[in-house]
């Protein structure tokens, strides 16, 4: 009898593929529990991942930060998340990746600044509406 593993290389790094589909799935329940889509744009998939979003953090929560990087830390870090999602879905979100970044960086904004970015940008769409509707004549 011959077995094959599969491995995937990752910076220099290999890691049996059962971890990545491991984590993949984990990540999948986790986020069936709150609907299956990212609660900003509605993907059910992206390239760049899902993740879980925190609302706000209780004292001693365990962040991202604290596990080592890669698949290995990745997987313990879901793992030891899945129960505090369990006991209070209300303080996280499912988001793809692509919506959390863009989120995080949202959130560095003070009050008055982002005011000012809102009206910026509708200020921006209407004007490039404007000048669409006076290239088509």
Known sequence: MVFHVVILVIKGKNYPLNKRTELSNLKTKLGQRFGG???????????????????????????????????????????????????????????????????ERFMRFGDIKLNKMLKERKYTIKTRQRYLKKQKL
């Open 37 to 103: 889509t990212c609660y900003f744009c509605g993907c059910q998939w992206s390239k760049k991942g899902m993740t879980i979003h925190h609302i706000y953090y209780l004292k001693k929560d365990i962040t991202y930060d604290q596990f080592p990087k890669g698949i290995k830390g990745s997987l313990e870090y879901y793992t030891k998340l899945t129960p505090l999602i369990k006991a209070n879905p209300k303080r996280f979100r499912y988001l793809c990746n692509n919506c959390h970044q863009a989120f």
